[in-house]
């Protein structure tokens, strides 16, 4: 048995790494890898080495737990399209005969919790349907390029979604999602008029110098939000500079929801950041726990100490 699986392990990475191989010899290792009961598999080709035909028995494979795609032209989709087992899927760069090619791809998925689509800029489908109950994460990714162009649409039909995480001018179709991170590139600004009625929960990472400005705007339009978390996942140059405007209104949702307030990565140097920090202990006056992780914790402590809108918050410095 344990030889078997080790097999299988190098079989998959193969199919990952072969840049040069042929489409029929994609084709083979494909069908050994399901005839073997596979649960992980990547697939890379690039398009200028032709185009592959995925065989129909990938599209049916009970085992698989997690499917890669990757700089993959998806010219067919068999009507029957079943992944028993799959719950983790990747579609990177793939490219679909039409919109309906994408349906069919996810439309049994009945343990789908985590769905990640990279677009690209010359992508010939536009509107992303997705009807997947079972799904908990969403990540939408799109190339620069994208963000000249028309924007990508994602239609959630049925989806349980705990996190979605957009690289792209995309909120606009997530009104009524509940929880939500995101990464947005600085040229990207707030939809005008979207307000997302049923998120609770908002992930931001502080990347980019208008990161602040970006959040102001999700929380003037995000009323019932209850959990906020900043958090720098990207590496910065040294002479960024980050600035923010005060909202002339206190958002709703500081006033009267927020509960848990978190701060990762927070150095403390910027006076900007530090205004931003007092300003949501000030006025999230139901705030129940509050976490800075700040290096020079006695200082920053003693300025904060004063600066708590709810009298039951407990600050955590770390």
């Excluded at 028993?84 to 490219?95: A, E, G, N, Y």
């Excluded at 110098?209 to 009323?223: D, E, I």
């Excluded at 705030?287 to 402590?301: G, K, M």
């Amino acid at each position: 048995m344990m030889i078997g699986k080790m097999r299988m392990q190098r079989l998959v990475r193969m199919i990952t790494a072969a840049r040069r191989c042929s489409a029929s010899e994609i084709d083979l290792w494909i069908r050994i890898a399901v005839d073997r009961f596979v649960r992980d598999l990547k697939i890379r080709f690039f398009p200028k080495y032709g185009i592959i035909r995925l065989p129909s028995t990938l599209f049916r494979c009970a085992t698989l737990e997690t499917l890669e795609l990757r700089k993959v032209v998806i010219s067919e989709v068999p009507s029957r399209v079943s992944f028993q087992s799959l719950k983790t899927f990747r579609l990177l760069f793939v490219k679909y005969a039409d919109k309906e090619s994408f349906v069919r791809l996810i439309s049994d998925c009945p343990v789908l919790e985590d769905l990640v689509v990279e677009t690209c800029h010359d992508d010939n489908v536009v509107t992303f349907t997705i009807n997947v109950p079972s799904l908990e994460k969403f990540s939408i990714r799109n190339t620069l390029q994208d963000l000249e162009t028309e924007n990508d649409v994602f239609v959630l039909v049925e989806a349980n979604l705990l996190s979605v995480s957009c690289h792209a001018k995309v909120l606009e179709s997530f009104s009524r999602l509940k929880g939500i991170s995101l990464c947005l590139p600085e040229e990207v600004q707030y939809p005008t008029g979207i307000v997302l009625s049923q998120l609770v929960f908002l992930k931001i990472c502080s990347c980019e110098s208008n990161w602040m400005n970006m959040l102001m705007s999700v929380l003037q339009h995000s009323p019932k939000l209850k959990v906020l978390k900043l958090a720098l996942n990207h590496s910065v140059t040294e002479d960024r500079k980050v600035f923010w405007t005060q909202p002339s209104c206190v958002p709703q949702c500081l006033l009267y929801h927020l509960e848990t307030f978190k701060w990762r990565d927070y150095d403390g140097t910027d006076e900007v950041e530090k205004e931003m920090a007092i300003y949501i202990l000030n006025n999230a006056s139901r705030l129940v726990t509050a976490t800075i992780y700040y290096p020079d914790l006695f200082e920053w402590e003693r300025k904060l100490q004063m600066s708590r809108g709810s009298r039951s918050c407990k600050l955590t410095m770390g």
